[in-house]
């Protein structure tokens, strides 16, 4: 079912107000088909869409990945006092915000970050790439929804440090040229599981599972450690 006309408003006001936080390229994108949109079809779209309709509460909890992945985590973990680690927040933190509700604290990595939202007690932003050599000392769970390529960077440095991970790939991760090798999304998806758990089960560490949101326009796996 596509948008009613006040839905398409209120989306082109928020794109009015917010035009130099969006790239160019996908406020245009967004601008153009914008009446394509029908809850279902997410993925087509930049990621920031996402997030824009998560803004306005334009996305029921079933059909929103960010409520879904903040469901699993808490299924997995009690994240109560928890200090946590999101790599590539996106421009607007929505699933940060949701995290930061039972989490000591949450820490989000993103160049992108708009420069309206800011830290509260409970959550730090910081405007920055995430590095593979960064240390995760201080952290006791790493989560990271559909960062690209930085989902590489962020597996490497949970296995070779020993920290808990949640991570949920996308297709973005196999573009641009150092990326070439890989046929295509699919195997680099295929890469990143096994090579993390060929490293984690070689470690004695335990091994990864993965798990696929159904419903939510999100076709991708979320790959995560479990120590048993």
Wanted: hydrophobic residues 35%; charged residues 30%; aromatic residues 12%.
């Amino acid at each position: 079912m596509y948008m009613s006309a006040a839905k398409i408003m209120l989306i082109n006001e928020f794109l009015a107000r917010h035009k130099d936080e969006i790239d160019p390229y996908e406020y245009e994108f967004i601008k153009r088909n914008l009446t394509h949109i029908n809850g279902e079809n997410f993925m087509y779209f930049p990621f920031i869409t996402r997030e824009i309709f998560d803004k306005l509460g334009l996305m029921p909890h079933d059909a929103n990945v960010y409520s879904r992945f903040a469901d699993f985590v808490n299924e997995l973990y009690d994240i109560k006092g928890m200090n946590i680690l999101e790599v590539g927040g996106g421009v607007y933190p929505t699933l940060a915000e949701r995290i930061c509700t039972k989490a000591g604290k949450v820490t989000v990595y993103d160049p992108r970050l708009s420069k309206g939202e800011v830290d509260t007690d409970k959550l730090k932003l910081v405007r920055k790439d995430f590095k593979k050599n960064m240390s995760l000392r201080d952290y006791d769970l790493v989560l990271a929804l559909m960062p690209c390529r930085g989902a590489e960077a962020v597996l490497d440095a949970c296995v070779e440090q020993d920290k808990d991970f949640i991570v949920g790939l996308c297709e973005g991760g196999p573009h641009g040229d150092c990326f070439d090798f890989y046929e295509d999304e699919d195997e680099w998806i295929h890469s990143m599981i096994t090579y993390s758990d060929t490293r984690i089960r070689r470690n004695g560490k335990g091994k990864v599972l993965t798990k696929h949101l159904d419903g939510c326009s999100y076709p991708y796996p979320i790959v995560y450690n479990s120590r048993k």
